[in-house]
């Protein structure tokens, strides 16, 4: 995954490059990732000191939102035995708008699915695939709508699980922004695993040209956007194998199984990385014709669906700004329009 994430990078700086002004960039680990922080248009030393405030901004929300770190807010609720804890701001403004997105989603994406998600050996690497009584078992214990979240009071029933894992990044995406908006930053672009979220446009005035993954490796298309986020979920990005199948880390809530709906990854394209985060791994669940229903009844995002048979699908808001790339450039290329015109 690590590999992934610096070739991405590569290609991401050689798009994004060339602009004739020199970036101040950062690159650390964290949030199990590879991350790359990029801003123009600052002095050296303002640059500097900009780059160590959001690389502690980062470092403080994972500590907030680990599942695995013993001082974080979420793990102490997942293990107070259904007593209430108090949040932080950040954590409670990430849990209500994370819960909202479950609802939209009508519960393809749910922040509960911890359980199923360790089953898997997700957590630790230990992979096996659980047997169905066990997995049954489990879905009774994944229901969001179970959580009690009360002004800053966090109540998670006994034996319930909370995982922020999916919508975390893409919320340190959005935090990151305001606090360069708030620098007087007019150009930026942060890379945070498979998520790219920019401030504006290149210096030179042109937008940013952005990288989309190939399932098989390499790239699958092109993206150009100013100011927007570009959050993929996708199987490749962590899966293992047993007997020639392929167990994916994004679970369907309802079965506690990967999710298998004929998609190889989804991008999302917001203008929040909290709601573009949460709605590829939900739309991921969905599957294709799903995720273009729930498009046409909530279309202030755009997607890119690679489909397992070879098929790009895109929503119309891309046509000018997607190209597909490589080999890609010889597949079928489908966009979902909000209306369908019929002629007689
Ligand atoms: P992402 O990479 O943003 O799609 O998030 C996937 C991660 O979120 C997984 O590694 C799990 O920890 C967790 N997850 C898996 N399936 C779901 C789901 N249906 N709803 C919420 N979180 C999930
Ligand atoms: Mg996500």
New binding site residues.
């Given amino acids: 995954m690590r590999r992934l994430s610096v070739l991405c990078t590569a290609l991401l700086l050689l798009l994004a490059g060339c602009s004739g002004e020199e970036p101040a960039r950062r690159e650390l680990t964290a949030m199990d990732t590879f991350m790359t922080l990029t801003v123009y248009g600052q002095s050296p030393a303002a640059a500097e000191a900009l780059l160590e405030e959001a690389a502690g901004e980062i470092e403080s929300l994972e500590g907030l939102l680990s599942v695995t770190d013993p001082g974080s807010e979420i793990y102490r609720a997942n293990h107070c035995g259904g007593g209430a804890v108090s949040l932080s701001d950040p954590a409670r403004e990430l849990l209500e708008n994370a819960l909202a997105l479950c609802e939209e989603t009508g519960g393809?994406?749910?922040?509960t699915?911890?359980p199923a998600?360790r089953a898997w050996g997700?957590t630790t690497g230990d992979y096996r695939v659980p047997e169905e009584a066990e997995l049954s078992a489990l879905t009774d214990r994944i229901d969001y709508t179970q959580i009690s979240l009360d002004g800053g009071s966090l109540t998670l029933p006994d034996g319930m699980e909370l995982?922020l894992?999916?919508?975390a990044?893409g919320w340190t995406g959005d935090r990151l922004m305001s606090l360069f908006r708030e620098a007087g930053v007019a150009s930026a672009i942060v890379e945070l695993g498979?998520n790219v979220q920019a401030l504006g446009e290149k210096p030179d005035g042109s937008p940013w040209r952005v990288a989309v993954q190939s399932p098989e490796g390499g790239y699958a298309g092109v993206l150009e956007i100013k100011d927007k986020a570009v959050v993929t979920?996708g199987g490749y990005?962590?899966y293992f194998e047993r007997d020639g199948e392929a167990y994916i880390?994004?679970?369907?809530?309802a079965t506690g199984h990967p999710a298998k709906t004929g998609l190889a990854s989804v991008t999302i394209v917001a203008d929040s990385g909290l709601r573009g985060?949460g709605l590829?791994?939900?739309l991921?669940?969905m599957g294709r014709e799903r995720a273009e229903n729930f498009w046409r009844a909530h279309p202030d995002f755009d997607f890119i669906l690679l489909c397992e048979d070879g098929t790009a699908v895109i929503t119309e808001g891309l046509e000018d700004c997607f190209s597909l790339y490589g080999d890609w450039q010889d597949r079928p290329l489908e966009v979902v329009r909000k209306q369908s015109f019929h002629t007689q």
């Avoid at 393809?108 to 922040?111: Q, S």
């Avoid at 880390?249 to 809530?253: A, F, G």
């Fill in positions: 393809a994406l749910d922040v699915v911890y998600v997700f995982d894992g999916s919508v990044k498979g979920s990005q962590r880390h994004i679970i369907d809530p985060d590829s791994t939900a991921f669940v």
